[in-house]
T-cell receptor
Framework: EAGVAQSPRYKIIEKRQSVAFWCNPI?????LYWYQQILGQGPKLLIQFQNNGVVDDSQLPKDRFSAERLKGVDSTLKIQPAKLEDSAVYLC?????????????FGPGTRLTVL | AQKVTQAQTEISVVEKEDVTLDCVYETRDTTYYLFWYKQPPSGELVFLIRRNSFDEQNEISGRYSWNFQKSTSSFNFTITASQVVDSAVYFC??????????FGTGTRLTIIP
């Protein structure tokens, strides 16, 4: 079974530029998560989708971050414009459903560096 | 508010030694779940264990064991006879119901051959 796929793996941009990340979850997984992991910290949930609807985006900086999950499968996370403090690894995860009993499977992440 | 503390930022041990990673949590809820994840250099988090607040039995899985003590709000993780492949960052996490996972800051474990 293929795991969670993410691209690109690495991205370097200058501040005020825009960037987008892509995630393809495990087939059949209804729930998709985007996390931000700043160096030396644990992952922080940015947004959770159930199919193509948003369940939790309380920690998403909506003035510059946006995410969508069209057709309830792939998802993109966009930052516009980027700030220096956005430098982090962005992890995508998926699970069969959003309950605590459903294990989250993580992708390898996209490492973003903002100069 | 929920909080997870992993006071050990980095640990290094020689191969075949045992090592314990500490996790202390804070929550006002009586029903919650605790997790451990492993993050190898490749970057993805790998699920290791989930434990609910009503099950204080210790668990052993091969060289891994977990000690859950509600009295001290701790959920410690021990690796017996460590191996180089155990080198990774380990995260403890807490979840209440269907709310988001709250992660600790992680412990970087280095096994020296």
């Amino acid at each position: 079974e293929a795991g969670v796929a993410q691209s690109p793996r690495y991205k370097i941009i200058e501040k005020r530029q825009s960037v987008a990340f892509w995630c393809n979850p495990i087939s059949g997984h209804a729930t998709l998560y985007w996390y931000q992991q700043i160096l030396g910290q644990g992952p922080k949930l940015l947004i959770q989708f159930q199919n193509n609807g948003v369940v939790d985006d309380s920690q998403l900086p909506k003035d510059r971050f946006s995410a969508e999950r069209l057709k309830g499968v792939d998802s993109t996370l966009k930052i516009q414009p980027a700030k220096l403090e956005d430098s982090a690894v962005y992890l995508c995860a998926s699970s069969l459903a959003g309950t605590v009993f459903n294990e989250q499977f993580f992708g390898p992440g996209t490492r973003l560096t903002v100069l | 508010a929920q909080k997870v503390t992993q006071a050990q930022t980095e640990i290094s041990v020689v191969e075949k030694e045992d090592v314990t990673l500490d996790c202390v949590y804070e929550t006002r809820d009586t029903t919650y779940y605790l997790f451990w994840y492993k993050q190898p250099p490749s970057g993805e988090l790998v699920f290791l264990i989930r434990r609910n607040s009503f099950d204080e039995q210790n668990e052993i899985s091969g060289r891994y064991s977990w000690n859950f003590q509600k009295s001290t709000s701790s959920f410690n993780f021990t690796i017996t006879a460590s191996q180089v492949v155990d080198s990774a960052v380990y995260f403890c996490a807490l979840k209440k119901g269907n709310e988001k996972l709250t992660f600790g800051t992680g412990t970087r474990l280095t096994i020296i051959p």
